[in-house]
């Protein structure tokens, strides 16, 4: 069974830094992109970040680029967010997001964490 | 980045009734390598969001027969035939044809 799990969250002054974690379990953690999407409370979704399945490869959303750096230890089937300089409008519950691309189907989101909630505020 | 625009924001629907949910993107959701890469995300109240439909139109393994998926260029579309009383949540489109990838804003999909 997939499971993804995040953990690092909590409270934290504006300015400071957070890792968030997210420990992968119940497949092959190195052949998959992984993601960081948000949801700030009451609100939408809103995509992060994006790592590929080597790490060699990096996207952001324009909103932490230059903030947040997104990682993984394959190792250790982990997923991280780094986050610094956090600002009140980072508040959000953060999730672990699976994708999935096999058998000429790619871009599959398929599974999702419980999130982590991260609360920017002094 | 691309817009994608939901409507309606809320649809009260009556059990057993169909229920319809229109996306727009501002721009063309055409990869260059032929798919279209829309999904459709359910998210149920305290849980988080669960796969419904990838590829505009591929029903994710699981999910009930009475969710579709249609549509093409910038427009699509999430049918739901008769709506069940689990059905209630707050519905999501998702383009990951270009980053960054974008959702629509949510339509709350709750019983009359």
């Known amino acids: 069974e997939v499971q993804l799990v995040e953990s690092g969250g909590g409270l934290i002054q504006p300015g400071g830094p957070l890792r968030l974690s997210c420990a992968a379990s119940?497949?092959?953690?190195?052949?998959?992109?992984m993601h960081w999407v948000r949801q700030a409370p009451g609100k939408g979704l809103v995509w992060v970040s994006s790592i590929s399945p080597d790490g060699s490869g990096t996207v952001y959303a324009d909103s932490v680029k230059g903030r947040f750096t997104i990682s993984r230890d394959n190792a250790r089937n982990t997923l991280y967010l780094q986050m610094e300089s956090l600002r009140a409008e980072d508040t959000a519950v953060y999730y672990c997001v699976r994708e999935v691309c096999g058998g000429g189907d790619c871009k599959l989101f398929d599974s999702w964490g419980q999130g982590g909630l991260v609360t920017v505020s002094s | 980045d691309i817009v994608m625009t939901q409507t309606p924001l809320s649809s009260p629907v009556t059990l057993g009734q169909p229920a319809s949910i229109s996306c727009r993107s501002s721009?063309?959701?055409?990869?260059?390598?032929?798919?279209?890469?829309l999904s459709w995300l359910q998210q149920r109240p305290g849980q988080p969001p669960r796969l419904l439909i990838y590829?505009?139109?591929n029903r994710f393994s699981g999910v009930p027969d009475r969710f579709s998926g249609s549509g093409a260029g910038t427009d699509f579309t999430l049918k739901i035939s008769r709506v069940e009383a689990e059905d209630v949540g707050v519905y999501y489109c998702?383009?990951?044809?270009?980053?960054?990838?974008?959702f629509g804003q949510g339509t709350k999909l709750e019983i009359k």
């Open positions: 119940g497949f092959t953690f190195n052949s998959h992109w």
């Open positions: 998702m383009q990951a044809t270009h980053f960054p990838y974008t």
């Open positions: 590829k505009n139109s």
């Open positions: 721009q063309s959701l055409v990869h260059s390598d032929g798919n279209i890469y």
